[in-house]
């Protein structure tokens, strides 16, 4: 039964919050292309939220909006209850914002747990020169933050990795640490562009069950991108349809399933 202020209880039985973010009329301009026109929707506290569409809809426009990367030319963006003005990248880190690329983002040379680590940064007090001259306290800040990478590292199963350079992993482990890496910076919203692309179905089924699980565990609210409607339908709660930077459906994966609109413009094209 959905509430609007309270939030509502899944069909599996979880519990889901108030509105974190909301975007409000939300249009993007690049010059004389309208990538997003006049699109509002809400992200609630604890959801799978999910953004789909045919190639060149504005999906991943909209990540860069929520993501506060691109500005909008008209709209607004609320997050918890305030109006989140134009921002630098490291701002909205700091807001509790994290995300994964469609191209795996990585330091290939660094090792698996150096790179979770940086997740980390912008959760840091000590920088290098409170390191050089309190070494102490910086060295007891250091293990707080390995100890918590060390328990996401046990969660998402990559102990016997965590040595490893990123460079040498698999492409489905490569995905994983870039979650794990995300996940370090203990994120109010979890923004995942395309977590599947590219993975075999073994791999897939990891992911989601990687997904379902940091969502239960952590609570984590997540926003992703994805063009797997099995994965779409199985994993999200609510799921935004974008056509031609237009919204054209928004709501639990059945009702959007069924929605005529949708059925034209996506689900019935062929996509890779
Ligand atoms: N930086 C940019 N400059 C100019 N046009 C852009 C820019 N980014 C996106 N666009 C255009 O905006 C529209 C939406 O693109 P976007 O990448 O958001 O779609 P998408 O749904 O994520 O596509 P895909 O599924 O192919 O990744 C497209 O017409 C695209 O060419």
Redesign the pocket.
Known sequence: MKDMIEGYITADGRQIGGVLMELKNITLR??G????KDISFDIREGEIRAII????????????VISGFYVPTEGEVWFRGERRPAMRPYQVARLGIARTF?NIALFDGMSVLDNIMTGRLTLMKSGLLSQALWMGKAAEEEDAHREKVEKIIDFLEIQNIRKTPVGRLPYGLKKRVELARALAAEPKILLLD?PMAGMNVEEKEDMCRFILDVNDEFGTTTVL?E?DMGVVMDLSDRVVV?DY?RKIGDGPPDEVRNNQDVIDAYLGVAHD
């Open positions: 690049f010059g292309v309208v990538a997003i569409g045919p190639n060149g809809a504005g999906k991943s426009s909209m990540l860069n469609q395309e991108i063009h974008m930077g």
